[in-house]
């Protein structure tokens, strides 16, 4: 499989928040305050509007090849 297809796979599959997000968002002195990393477990966070955009993504490409199969098929009215 070519580089670029296994990196998009693995970029779709990361859910977590990147660290250097955080920094661009709200400065190197508040990065520790908002940390990509929960301080009572160790476990890296879940980034919500990822998972949102990928659901929504996943639901765009379901509808359009339903559509397109729909289509296709001449089954009708």
């Known amino acids: 499989m070519p580089n670029f297809i296994k990196n998009f796979i ?3 599959l990361d859910i977590y928040i990147d660290e ?3 920094r661009e968002a709200y400065g190197n002195e ?3 305050r ?3 990393v929960d301080p009572k477990t ?3 966070k879940v980034s919500v ?3 949102l955009k990928r659901i929504v993504g996943i639901l ?3 509808m359009f090849i339903f559509f397109i199969v ?3 098929t001449r089954v009708g009215w």
């Open 10 to 12: 693995r970029d779709f």
């Open 20 to 22: 250097n997000q955080v």
């Open 30 to 32: 508040y990065a520790d």
């Open 34 to 36: 908002f940390s990509s």
């Open 42 to 44: 160790g476990k890296k």
């Open 49 to 51: 509007s990822k998972v």
């Open 60 to 62: 765009i490409f379901a």
């Open 70 to 72: 729909r289509i296709t």
